[in-house]
């Protein structure tokens, strides 16, 4: 003889759908518990600071006296500073090392992507520059462009250089300074692109020398899309340090000589550190986080919004 299950009541059913939603809201209590003490660190550095420097955009302010609202004011002044705007175009020009350093950061994380012996210690002695301290990266550089120095030989050798510092020429201390940029960088992005790289599926590129392709057309087919993602992150992340560069040229130049390397964030530094008009430099600052996310929305378009082909 067979039995039919007995149905469970609307009363039993309801009170273990009540126990699985009180079992949700207290995991997720306990999630938002953990969270909690980097929310509010979030909040304290980073939102709350983001709203009040926009905020100071539209006052004067001198740390002394409240904020008072001006409204455009502190834009009017800024879109009459010849100083601010070339310093916005050296920012800009800055940006010129951004191609330069993705193209060599994805060659060298091509060239140690190798199960080579001792390739380890290539990878470490790459990402070295990075974890130096910019204070010593930059006393060692500038020591190195200094007159005589070694940069300078190596330049008079090859007939590239009639002599004297490279940082002291208002036509090549830009271009030494991002130089510099670009030896510290490069070790950074090539760890993200060997990350992508080994993230492609080996067997899409053996199936494609299967096919018939050289190494060149895997590359630009299966190697390239598959990176686009990284591309895109790491990108990013070099427009944005690239416009806001200020550790290189507070380090090594002080925005010499003649204003050369004088760029939009060491401006913002100096209005608000040197001058003590806050209200002015949140206004330049603001000016520089919009130019970011409009070269962010060009990385988008420009890498597809970082989705690989399937």
């Known amino acids: 003889m067979t039995t039919t299950p007995r149905r469970e009541s609307r009363r039993a059913q309801h009170a273990r759908g009540g126990t699985g939603a009180r079992v949700t809201v207290r995991n997720t209590l306990i999630a938002y518990a953990f969270m909690l003490p980097f929310l509010v660190l979030l909040v304290l550095y980073h939102t709350w600071p983001v709203f009040f420097g926009t905020y100071l955009a539209f006052t004067k302010y001198n740390i002394i006296s409240p904020p008072e609202w001006v409204g455009l004011e502190n834009f009017r002044t800024l879109a009459a500073d010849s100083q601010f705007w070339s310093g916005l175009k050296n920012s800009l020009k800055y940006i010129l090392v951004v191609p330069v350093i993705q193209i060599l950061a994805i060659a060298v994380a091509l060239l140690v992507n190798r199960p080579l012996r001792g390739i380890g210690f290539f990878r470490t002695a790459y990402y070295v520059p990075v974890v130096t301290s910019f204070a010593v990266v930059g006393l060692i550089w500038t020591w190195m462009y200094q007159q005589d ?4 030989a190596v330049l008079g050798f090859l007939g590239l250089h009639k002599g004297g510092s490279l940082l002291n020429n208002p036509f090549t201390a830009l271009y030494a300074v991002m130089f510099v940029t670009l030896w510290k960088g490069i070790g950074y992005y ?5 990350a992508g790289l080994q993230a492609i599926g080996r067997e899409l590129e053996e199936a494609a020398v299967i096919d018939g392709a050289t190494r060149w057309q895997v590359f630009l087919n299966v190697t390239l899309p598959g990176l686009r993602p990284t591309i895109l992150v790491c990108s990013l992340l ?10 290189e040229i507070y380090v090594m130049t002080q925005g010499g ?19 003590f008009q806050y209200g002015l430099a949140a206004a330049a600052g603001l000016i520089i986080a919009v130019i970011s996310i409009l070269f962010g929305l060009i990385n988008f378009k420009l890498t597809r919004g970082g989705k690989a082909d399937a």
């Open 238 to 247: 070099s427009t944005i340090s690239a416009i806001k560069v200020f550790e």
């Open 149 to 152: 120095g070694p940069v300078d």
């Open 257 to 275: 000589p003649a204003g050369s390397t004088y760029t939009a964030l060491f401006y913002t530094y100096s209005r608000a550190f040197v001058d």
């Open 190 to 194: 090539m760890v993200l692109y060997l």
